[in-house]
């Protein structure tokens, strides 16, 4: 049973270096995709997880954005920021999401509420392996410090940008920026 669950740890790391090395230097297949649609189908994916935690699930979500990007790397990095808030949200606490656009730019947002990332932190959150000194117990053992790092370079190789900040009192939010597509 050891050995089994640490081949599962392995290969979980093994597929979290394989995805960050596809979006750091592989050329991906940019094609017009509904975001909203992607963001919507993570959101119900993360209700049930957020109910089984006593976490509250707040979404608001414009229809109709569409960005130039590879769906499945979109899926990830929505299902990514959405585990991240709810695995650092505070107890019987809330983790919201907002997509909306202007007339050039999708933006996303995932916040949480609890105790708010620190500037020194945020600084460097988006490092592989990173961990702040809050995040360093990983009783589960599948976390590997890799998801917002896989995050930063899905986004960067869909033309975006992305940062993450605290807010004293309030919790953590990560604000991504993509480039809408010419059909949204």
Do not use: W
């Not at 963001?39 to 979500?61: H, N, P, Q, S, W």
């Amino acid at each position: 049973d050891a050995i089994a669950t640490q081949l599962k740890r392995l290969n979980g790391l093994i597929d979290s270096m394989l995805q960050l090395s596809k979006m750091e230097n592989a050329q991906i297949e940019l094609q017009d995709t509904d975001l909203s649609e992607i963001t919507e189908g993570a959101c119900l994916g993360f209700d049930a997880v957020c109910f089984e935690k006593g976490l509250r699930l707040v979404t608001k979500i414009a229809p109709g954005i569409r960005v130039m990007g590879d769906k499945d790397a979109l899926e990830r990095l929505v299902a990514s920021l959405l585990d991240n808030a709810t695995k650092y949200c505070g107890a019987e606490g809330k983790v919201g999401l907002l997509l909306s656009a202007d007339n050039r730019r999708a933006k996303l947002c995932v916040m949480n509420t609890g105790e708010a990332i620190s500037d020194e932190d945020a600084q460097h959150v988006f490092e592989r392996f990173y961990r702040s000194d809050g995040a360093r117990s990983n009783p589960d053992g599948t976390s590997f410090g890799l998801g917002l790092a896989i995050a930063r370079a899905t986004v960067l190789a869909h033309g975006g940008s992305i940062t993450c900040r605290g807010i004293k009192g309030k919790g953590t939010v990560f604000e991504v920026l993509l480039p809408l597509a010419k059909t949204s």
